[in-house]
């Protein structure tokens, strides 16, 4: 079946790292996404990772991929007050498509 | 470059009205798909369009439906609204359809349903 968990929630202290952990039920993945949404907003584009790579670094963020346990994380370097949002992870199964399966987004709060 | 704009940004309606929402895919961009997300859950997603043709479905019936026009712009109907219906639809595009170009998203429409 299709399913993309998260947990709910993420607090942490400015400066400090964050990691954010998803995992997937579908074995038939291609890509991998993360992605940002702040309140009233779109969806932003933070990040993405081929299946068949283990891990991709951009700036202050570093996506690891456990392609054996079906899990995802995304870690955030130095976290700043604008990383809070809710941060979701999306699964594309299969090519020629552009459906993603979401995870349901974690909240990441960070305070001084 | 110019980003995937949608519009408006807010609507309301009343249950049994029927609603269009219109996307501009991001340039260079051909394909485009509709998602729903309603509040404190992950977008679901409706359907895709490539080539002015539907070529992927998500699980919503078919008062659900959508164009694709020349310019690659979009536009989302659904009739017979349902208080369910109450949600943000977002629009994303990406190039050719391929699977391999990453989806970018608009800000999205809020629609009420009252």
């Known amino acids: 079946g299709e399913d993309v968990e998260q947990s709910l929630f993420l607090s942490v202290r400015e400066g400090d790292s964050s990691v954010i952990n998803c995992t997937y039920t579908d074995s038939s993945s291609t890509y991998l996404y993360w992605y940002k949404q702040e309140p009233g907003a779109g969806l932003q584009l933070l990040t993405y990772i081929f299946s068949n790579m283990d891990m991709k670094q951009d700036q202050r963020l570093t996506v690891l991929l456990n392609k054996k346990d079906k899990h995802l994380s995304l870690r955030i370097a130095d976290t700043q007050t604008g990383d809070s949002a809710i941060y979701f992870c999306a699964e594309r199964i299969g090519f020629n498509t552009d459906k993603l399966i979401f995870g349901t987004g974690t909240r990441l709060q960070v305070f001084p | 470059e110019t980003g995937v704009t949608q519009s408006p940004t807010h609507l309301i309606k009343t249950r049994g009205q029927q609603v269009t929402l219109r996307c501009s895919s991001q340039?260079?961009?051909?394909?485009v798909s509709w998602y729903q997300q309603a509040l404190g859950q992950g977008p679901q997603f409706i359907f895709q369009y490539y080539r002015e043709e539907e070529n992927g479905r998500g699980n919503f019936p078919p008062r659900f439906s959508g164009l694709q026009f020349p310019n690659y712009s979009s536009e989302l109907n659904v009739n017979a609204l349902e208080l369910d219906d109450s949600a943000l639809y977002l629009c994303a595009s990406s190039q050719e359809g391929t699977g391999n170009s990453p989806l970018h998203f608009g800000n999205g429409t809020r629609l009420t349903v009252t």
């Open positions: 340039s260079g961009h051909n394909t």
